[in-house]
């Protein structure tokens, strides 16, 4: 194949396809895409699973009302028509994506084979063509980790690429993992009636959300679907019946291959497989031209999204996105895109990424959301005697009377010296939303007293919640409001 010259190539065409704006339209650029168009979050991602959270709900629905006194039942639940009804939309604009980059765009090409670096500026594809671009951009994303168990290459077992797509509503339902992918497809499997055994090795879920958050949440979803902690899968094999039978172990256990049958065992029907996602670093060759990594995989880059090589940023190269962020957040990708677009138009003018306040959900039963440092994290980072926490019970506001909610929480941890907000973690109705005032408070530094007092709430909503939480927390009032 013939080597090509580019003045931008972009590997990924997720928010690296946000890239090619029309600085980009009397030059040439080449974006490399070896899986489908448009992204993680578009196609296997964020859309389409909260686009399954929202039916999963109103499944629900009925359990809410016997609370408050209203008898409601779910009949049924059609998942082959909300499968087309979610994919249907979601291709279409994939295939419209690919499309316009492909045959509407004389200045652009696109690639549709996997690519490894050859340098710090160039790629080769798996056909053998070279691209050679004065600047490079890495928005390779991620994948879902496989662990090596036995078994684990069956028909039966998929991911959260694979599992929105099963033909049918399975009965019978194993969920490998702890995490917020695990969390989130546990609760949409249950709400449309399947049995849901979820295995998790840790002694808790959600390990990285705050320990009274965790805690609470694990309870929760033990009392909804079969949660088995502590417990490694060592072992998936056929059944009888066409499914599937799952070997269980105490976790650490060195009899990780154990005989059939002598395990704890789980029969299912399909096993999703949710145990966290790797950067694509090593997919595209990025040891291997020599750029630094992190421990987990993720190409390092400065603030101003440039790559590192040997600990110096490399001119004319970036990586954007879960190839190099921590974050695994859309709105994270888009920011950095934002920057880089501007970096890679205005060289001797470069933008900073901004990384402080970075939010995150877990679109499960009840919902989860969280910004900032955990209270742990707080105490590490500023000592004990300058942290300030403050948990609000849902249930103890006059909308938690609405709802008769008996589990919800709203905390706040703060800098008592200050009033600094320095996290802010919610588990209940609508946290996703709720939260959202907390991140604004510290993106625009706002601190606790002037946030709870500086501003009117609307009386009686569930975001009393939030203004409650604040004022709860033990912090010195500034003298101007004395």
């Not at 110096?312 to 934002?338: C, F, M, T, W």
Request: proline share 4%; aromatic share 6%; glycine share 10%.
């Amino acid at each position: 194949m013939e080597n090509s010259a580019a003045d931008l190539a972009i590997i990924g065409s997720g928010s690296g396809n946000s890239l090619i704006t029309p600085f980009w339209d009397s030059r040439r650029v080449v974006i490399a895409e070896a899986g489908v168009f448009g992204g993680t979050c578009l196609n296997v991602g964020c859309i389409p699973t909260k686009m399954f959270v929202r039916p999963a709900a109103l499944a629900r629905v009925p359990e809410e009302a016997a609370r408050l006194g209203v008898v409601q039942r779910t009949e049924s639940v059609d998942w082959p028509g909300m499968r087309d009804r979610i994919f249907g939309r979601i291709d279409a604009i994939s295939a419209a994506g690919e499309r316009y980059r492909r045959d509407d765009l004389d200045h652009v090409e696109l690639i549709s084979q996997q690519v490894r670096l050859t340098g710090t500026h160039s790629f080769e594809s798996s056909d053998g063509a070279r691209v050679d671009a004065a600047q490079l951009v890495i928005a390779a994303g991620s994948r879902a980790v496989l662990p090596e168990i036995p078994g684990i290459d069956l028909p039966h077992v998929h991911t959260s690429d694979t599992v929105m797509r099963l033909a049918e509503l399975p009965k019978r339902v194993l969920v490998i993992g702890g995490g917020y992918i695990g969390a989130e497809f546990a609760n949409v499997f249950s709400a449309f009636g399947s049995e849901v055994v979820q295995v998790h090795r840790g002694a808790q879920l959600l390990k990285r959300a705050d320990a009274d958050i965790a805690s609470r949440f694990t309870a929760e979803a033990a009392r909804q679907w079969d949660l088995r902690l502590d417990r490694d899968v060592t072992a998936i094999r056929h059944a009888d019946d066409g499914g599937v039978i799952a070997d269980l172990a105490p976790s650490g256990s060195p009899a990780l291959h154990a005989e059939p049958g002598s395990a704890e065992r789980v029969a299912a029907d399909i096993v999703l497989v949710a145990t966290g996602r790797r950067p694509n670093s090593d997919r595209v060759g990025a040891a291997e031209a020599g750029l630094d990594l992190h421990p987990d995989g993720r190409i390092a880059v400065d603030s101003f999204q440039r790559v590192l090589s040997g600990g110096k940023p490399v001119r004319g190269l970036y990586a954007l996105g879960d190839i190099s962020s921590a974050a695994q957040l859309k709105h994270v990708a888009n920011h950095e895109a934002r920057v880089v677009a501007h970096n890679l138009e205005h060289p001797d003018d470069l933008r900073e990424s901004r990384r402080d306040a970075v939010p995150s959900a877990v679109f499960t039963d009840p919902e989860v959301a969280q910004v900032g440092l955990t209270e742990a994290e707080a105490v590490t980072a500023l000592g004990a005697e300058h942290v300030t926490s403050y948990l609000q019970a849902y249930g103890d506001t006059a909308y938690g009377w609405a709802l008769e909610d008996s589990s919800g929480v709203f905390k706040v941890i703060a800098d008592r010296r200050d009033g600094r907000i320095l996290g802010a973690h919610v588990m209940g109705y609508q946290a996703s939303n709720l939260i959202q005032v907390m991140i604004s408070a510290m993106s625009f530094g706002i601190d606790a007293h002037t946030a709870a007092r500086g501003q009117y709430w609307i009386h009686p909503a569930l975001m009393e919640v939030a203004e409650n939480a604040l004022l709860g927390l033990d912090i010195a009032t500034p003298s101007s409001a004395r």
